[in-house]
C-alpha cells in the first residue's frame, strides 16, 4: 500500500526551463549589461544548448561560455557559477498545479516530500522560495546527504526518513536515468513527467508517464 509521494524539483514540480529563461535575463543584466538585443538572444541560445537542462559542471560551462563569447574581461568562471548557484532560485517558476497536488495528497492522508539532487544552498533556497515546504515532511538535498541519484541509497534514505519501506513510496520525476531507474532500484514505483530536457526520451512501458503534475492523483492505490 503506498503512503508516501515523493517529487524531484525541476521539472517536475518546477518549470525549470522557464525558470532558466528568467535567470538568464539576470545573468546577463548583471555581467553583460550592455549588449544589443540581437546580442543577448544570442547569448541566451548559447546558454540554452550548453546548458543542457543543468546537467552540467558550471564552472566548466561558464568557461566555455567565456571561450564563445571572446569574454575578455569576464569574471573568473568561479564567480559566475557561484552567481548561478545563489541566485537561480529567485526565479522559480512553480507550476500551477504544483501546489494544488501536494495539498491533495495531505488531504487524502499521504506523506509527501522532495527528493532532489544539487547543491545545498541551490536547492534549498528554490524550495524556501517555492512556497512547497510547507506541504513537504521531507525535503532531501543530495548536496546536504553526499549521495546522489541516480544512487538508489538516496531515496531509500528518503523512505527510512519516513519511517517507511521504499515499496511503500512512489517517486514522480523526469530524469529517465536519475528519477525513473533510481526509483525502480530503490524499490519505488516511478511515475515520469514528460517535460523538460529529456521529454520523451527513453519512456517505459511499465512506467506510467504523466504530462501533467496533477495527474499523479491517478495512480494512487492502483
Known amino acids: 500500500m503506498i503512503k508516501a ?9 518546477q518549470d525549470r526551463t522557464e525558470a532558466f529563461e528568467h535567470y538568464m535575463d539576470t545573468f546577463l543584466e548583471t555581467f553583460r549589461p550592455n549588449l544589443s538585443e540581437e546580442q543577448i538572444e544570442i547569448c541566451k541560445e548559447d546558454m540554452r544548448v550548453t546548458g543542457k537542462g ?27 557559477a ?7 532560485g529567485d526565479h522559480n ?7 494544488p497536488v501536494l495539498q491533495e495528497l495531505k488531504n487524502r492522508g499521504y506523506l509527501t516530500g ?15 522560495m517555492s512556497g512547497l515546504r510547507e506541504l513537504c515532511d521531507i525535503v532531501v538535498v543530495s548536496g546536504d546527504v553526499g549521495v546522489h541519484k541516480p544512487d538508489p541509497e538516496l531515496l531509500r534514505y528518503s523512505a527510512k526518513l519516513l ?12 530524469h529517465p536515468i536519475n528519477d525513473i531507474r ?8 516511478p511515475i515520469r513527467v ?17 504530462e501533467d503534475i496533477i495527474d499523479v492523483l491517478r495512480y494512487l492505490d492502483e
Open 163 to 174: 519511517g517507511l519501506k521504499p515499496e511503500e513510496c512512489i517517486y514522480v520525476g523526469d
Open 5 to 13: 509521494v515523493l517529487f524531484d524539483f525541476d521539472e517536475t514540480l
Open 54 to 80: 543543468g546537467y552540467v559542471n558550471r564552472v566548466e560551462w561558464c568557461t566555455l561560455l567565456c571561450d564563445m563569447w571572446g569574454w575578455k574581461d569576464a569574471p573568473p568562471a568561479e564567480v559566475l
Open 114 to 128: 522532495v527528493v532532489t539532487n544539487g547543491p545545498s544552498y541551490l536547492q534549498n533556497h528554490k524550495m524556501d
Open 194 to 210: 514528460n517535460f523538460g530536457w529529456f521529454k520523451d526520451q527513453d519512456l517505459r512501458s511499465d512506467v506510467p508517464v504523466i
Open 93 to 99: 517558476v512553480i507550476f500551477k498545479n504544483s501546489k
Open 82 to 88: 557561484e552567481h548561478y548557484d545563489v541566485t537561480f
Open 182 to 189: 533510481c526509483a525502480l532500484e530503490a524499490g519505488m514505483k
